[in-house]
């Protein structure tokens, strides 16, 4: 996944709009596309794809003939407890979650989940990639990686819930401390399509390390969130 810092310019520009249009009261006029062509010195279609992201994210209406206006998006923040299971977390807040497009296969470590879980690297490892979804839409694109020599093998039967839950509750194997890790990356072609947004958008990709005894690495779960939904993790 790209960093923020590697964002297209379309892209960079949205977030610096996206600030001034937080400033605005709802219902005020925007700068037209020519202003702000103008203002940034790029091509008007660099723009107009950086508007229509913001029209996306319920922050601006476009009216022909009219101009552009600042509004407000439809309240659909999602409040969850890093604490407890995902799953658990939906559940609290009324919605329904499901699971899609369930993997399970066995790959080779490479460096940065080796390292992470403490192993070599090229150790097989067992990788779980899943697609979260609220209400039949996509929310979240999943992947996990668990030791298999500390983990149990298992198959998609057993997949009810969460993976952490699948490992604590079914798989009987203890888990105690974790650690969880924010980061802002950039949609690559893959997120695009599974999360249904574009290219290069805004992901929040949340990590979480969950340790056993003796606080060894028995497994890493990656969540990708689209930034157009509002999210609120306590932790």
Same mark, same amino acid.
């Given at each position: ?9 379309? =892209?960079?520009?949205? &977030?610096?709009? $996206? ?6 009261? @709802? ?14 010195? @790029?091509?008007?279609?660099? #723009? $107009?794809?950086? =508007? +229509? ?9 476009? %009216? ?28 609290? #807040?009324? %919605? +329904?979650?499901?699971?899609? +497009? ?7 470590? =490479?460096?940065?989940?080796?390292? !992470? ?13 899943? @697609? $979260?979804?609220? *209400? ?12 298999? *020599? ?12 969460? !993976?952490?839950?699948?490992?604590? +509750? ?8 974790? $650690?969880?890790?924010?980061?802002? @990356?950039?949609? &690559? ?7 249904? #947004? ?9 990590? #979480? ?9 028995? =497994?890493? &779960? ?14």
């Amino acid at each position: 996944m790209k960093a923020l810092s590697e964002l297209p310019l379309y =892209l960079k520009i949205a &977030d610096e709009l $996206r600030a001034r249009l937080m400033e605005l009261p @709802v219902g005020a006029p925007f700068q037209t596309e020519q202003e702000l062509t103008e203002e940034f010195g @790029v091509a008007r279609g660099t #723009i $107009r794809q950086a =508007l +229509n992201i913001l029209v996306q994210e319920g922050l601006l209406s476009r %009216m022909q003939g009219s101009g552009s206006f600042r509004t407000q998006p439809v309240d659909s923040s999602y409040r969850f407890t890093l604490t407890q299971e995902l799953t658990e977390s939906i559940r609290k #807040i009324g %919605m +329904n979650s499901g699971v899609r +497009n369930l993997s399970i296969t066995i790959v080779p470590a =490479l460096s940065e989940i080796a390292e !992470l879980l403490h192993i070599p690297r090229g150790t097989k490892v067992r990788k779980v990639t899943r @697609v $979260r979804a609220i *209400d039949g839409k996509p929310f979240a694109y999943c992947e996990g990686y668990l030791r298999t *020599d500390s983990i149990p093998p298992f198959y998609k039967r057993d997949y009810t819930g969460t !993976l952490g839950g699948l490992v604590r +509750n079914t798989l009987k194997v203890h888990i105690g401390n974790r $650690r969880c890790e924010f980061r802002a @990356v950039a949609a &690559d072609e893959a997120l695009s399509d599974i999360l249904a #947004i574009p290219l290069g958008s805004p992901v929040l990709r949340v990590s #979480i390390l969950c340790f056993g005894y003796g606080d060894e690495p028995l =497994l890493t &779960d990656t969540f990708y969130f689209s930034a157009a939904q509002s999210l609120r993790f306590n932790v």
